[in-house]
Nanobody
Framework: QVQLVESGGGLVQAGGSLRLPCAAS????????MGWYRQTPGKQRELVAT??????EYSDTVKGRFTISRDNAKNAVFLQMNSLKPEDTAVYYC?????????WGQGTLVTVSS
């Protein structure tokens, strides 16, 4: 079993920055993909950025502004968000996958004011 815990959300003005950490615990050696998704009310959860072995994927809407990174020693993955826009307002979820098994964090709210 894997547990994912996000933090770092909050209120920021447009143009500002936030860094979201996600701490992983449990059977983390089994995690093949880690990353971030986000969701706004009435919309489907959408990919923000993911790490898969040897590759990183970003949504076109965040490319060039967001950076995903990981610290294997701390069993953590981070999302650095720069040049934030009001449309980035959402609940951000940490995500992990091993084969067909998925894990999700509880989510952290990011609100970007104009």
């Amino acid at each position: 079993q894997v547990q994912l815990v996000e933090s770092g959300g909050g209120l920021v003005q447009a143009g500002g920055s936030l860094r979201l950490p996600c701490a992983a615990s449990g059977s983390i050696f089994s995690i093949f993909v880690m990353g971030w998704y986000r969701q706004t009310p009435g919309k489907q959860r959408e990919l923000v950025a993911t790490f898969c072995v040897g590759s990183i994927e970003y949504s076109d809407t965040v490319k060039g502004r967001f950076t995903i990174s990981r610290d294997n020693a701390k069993n953590a993955v981070f999302l650095q968000m720069n040049s934030l826009k009001p449309e980035d307002t959402a609940v951000y979820y940490c995500y992990g996958r091993a084969g067909l098994v998925e894990w999700w964090g509880q989510g952290t709210l990011v609100t970007v004011s104009s």
